[in-house]
């Protein structure tokens, strides 16, 4: 007598890689979501006016900063950077609402490597991150994993 159940575990694997596809696309969420929380709020570098914003009105947060400004301001906006090591300041919100959440999934044999990420298509971003000749490192990458660390583990740990 032979009991065969090999189509029985193919569906119980099939079902189990459904569900680790769809945690890692929920963790590639939390990844953006940590990263639209890292790349907000306010920083302790030096105050600059905005490019392109002269003759506009004065903002609430414009009106704070005019103290540290140190110059007469005849119009436009001020923002205050990002200080070296800090994550970079908001100027434009181009880089803070670029991230998109990508998933990855590999099948070597009955192995399927599932790889949650997220991604940007801002130009400038590695010049953020790692810095350059002028301008010191502003890195984002690690504070954003580290927030989003433990709830990506709770997903990855509720029962199958």
């Known amino acids: ?3 065969d159940l ?4 193919n569906e ?15 963790a590639a969420n939390e990844l953006r979501n940590s990263a639209l929380t890292v790349l907000r709020g306010e920083r302790s570098g030096k105050v600059y006016k905005k490019p ?3 003759g506009s009105r004065m903002t609430k947060q ?12 005849r119009g436009g906006q001020l923002y205050r ?35 949650p990420a997220i991604t940007t298509n801002v130009k400038y971003a590695p010049y953020l991150e790692e810095g350059t000749d002028r301008m010191a490192p502003r890195p984002f990458e690690d504070p954003i994993i580290e927030r989003a660390m433990p709830r990506i583990r709770r997903i990855f740990k509720e029962p199958y």
Do not use: C
Not at 91 to 101: A, E, I, M, T
């Open 52 to 54: 392109g914003t002269y």
């Open 1 to 3: 007598m032979k009991i």
């Open 6 to 9: 090999e189509g029985t575990v």
């Open 62 to 73: 414009t009106k704070n900063l005019l103290k540290d400004y140190g110059h007469k301001l």
């Open 81 to 115: 950077a990002s200080a070296p090591g800090e994550p970079p300041a908001n100027r434009s919100g181009n880089l803070r609402l670029s991230w998109r959440p990508q998933t990855a999934s590999e099948r070597i044999g009955k192995t399927v490597t599932i790889k």
């Open 12 to 26: 119980i694997v099939e079902e189990i890689t459904y569900q680790a596809k769809s945690r890692a696309f929920r």
